[in-house]
T-cell receptor
């Protein structure tokens, strides 16, 4: 069954507001990746986090990997209409090298 | 354009049939991954090949099989198709051989509809 939970499933925000999606695993992950999929498009790699407690920034996007390497978050500051899409986390499960995707958070921006 | 090519883009077939999806990775990438994306299940990792050999297996059904050829292109074979197999099938490629240790590039996907 699904062992990487991603919340929320949907999020509507006003343009300019912040947005956060969370990814929680029941097992320790070797690494975690984040992808963005625009409507009708294919997933596009955003970033990979490997170290416990790691924080990485890409312009308005901030990615965090928890100390226990079981959870991660993606925070977008001052959302823009170009941020619309579904954000997926994908964890590499350490014990068997299997990649587990979260079900994604679909972000909708209200103008 | 990610550099990963998938054919066909769309496929409509009947239950019980067999289809083959094709993927050409980016030039220089040795790993190919297959994913299934459906509305209710999200993105599911199916299988990974690295330089011609199976590297990792995910939630791939026994009715499904894949292979990677010497020229590194890959095919995903789906047999005894059921209505529930209707989904978007993505292929991705990466340089490295570890399971997603490096950035993966996705193709545009093949939309399979089983009727």
């Amino acid at each position: 069954g699904q062992q990487v939970m991603q919340i929320p499933q949907y999020q509507h925000v006003q343009e300019g507001e912040d947005f956060t999606t969370y990814c929680n695993s029941s097992t320790t992950l070797s690494n975690i990746q984040w992808y963005k999929q625009r409507p009708g498009g294919h997933p596009v790699f955003l970033i990979q986090l490997v170290k416990s407690g790691e924080v990485k920034k890409q312009k308005r996007l901030t990615f965090q990997f928890g100390e226990a390497k079981k959870n991660s978050s993606l925070h977008i500051t001052a959302t823009q209409t170009t941020d619309v899409g579904t954000y997926f986390c994908a964890g590499l499960r350490g014990r068997d090298d299997k990649i587990i995707f979260g079900k994604g958070t679909r972000l909708h921006i209200l103008p | 354009d990610s550099g990963v090519t998938q054919t066909p883009k769309h496929l409509i077939t009947a239950t019980g049939q067999r289809v083959t999806l094709r993927c050409s990775p980016r030039s220089g990438d040795l790993s190919v991954y297959w994913y299934q994306q459906s509305l209710d299940q999200g993105l599911q990792f199916l299988i990974q090949y690295y330089n011609g050999e199976e590297r990792a297996k995910g939630n791939i059904l026994e009715r499904f099989s894949a292979q990677q050829f010497p020229d590194l292109h890959s095919e995903l074979n789906l047999s005894s198709l059921e209505l529930g197999d209707s989904a978007l099938y993505f292929c991705a490629s990466s340089v490295g051989g570890g399971t997603h240790i490096t950035e993966a590039f996705f193709g545009q996907g093949t939309r399979l509809t089983v009727v």
